[in-house]
């Protein structure tokens, strides 16, 4: 079984920052992509950046400028340094890993966590 755990959540003043870890664990044959969403209350989930195992990122146009996911392969973690954060920020941040399992080499299978909670002051 994977498990896919969030961790760094919390508080923030407006203008602060905040780095958000994602940890994938388990039985992983590799790691496709890592990926940061954001669901508010009373809106969708949204995502924010993904991260392939070659690296190439890709982010939401109206985060792109304050966020920066990277990538720990060896740790099979992923982060995302959040900076200028606003109180439109606040949401719960999931993390989403797409992994080979051994079991099914060829197959991709989609894992997410429980998420971590952000919220930004005024």
């Known amino acids: 079984q994977v498990q896919v755990v969030e961790s760094g959540g919390g508080l923030v003043q407006a203008g602060g920052s905040l780095r958000l870890s994602c940890v994938a664990s388990?039985?992983?044959?590799?790691?496709?992509?890592m990926g940061w969403y954001r669901q508010a209350p009373g809106k969708p989930r949204e995502l924010i950046a993904t991260i392939k195992s070659g690296g190439t990122t890709n982010y939401e146009d109206s985060v792109k400028d304050r966020v920066t996911i990277s990538r720990d392969s060896a740790k099979n973690t992923a982060y995302l340094q959040m900076n200028s954060l606003k109180p439109e920020d606040t949401a719960i941040y999931y993390c989403?890993?797409?992994?080979?399992?051994?079991?099914?080499?060829?197959?991709?299978?989609?894992?997410w966590g429980r998420g971590t909670q952000v919220t930004v002051a005024s």
């Open positions: 989403n890993a797409v992994v080979f399992l051994p079991a099914y080499p060829s197959s991709a299978r989609s894992y």
């Open positions: 388990g039985s992983i044959l590799s790691i496709e992509v």
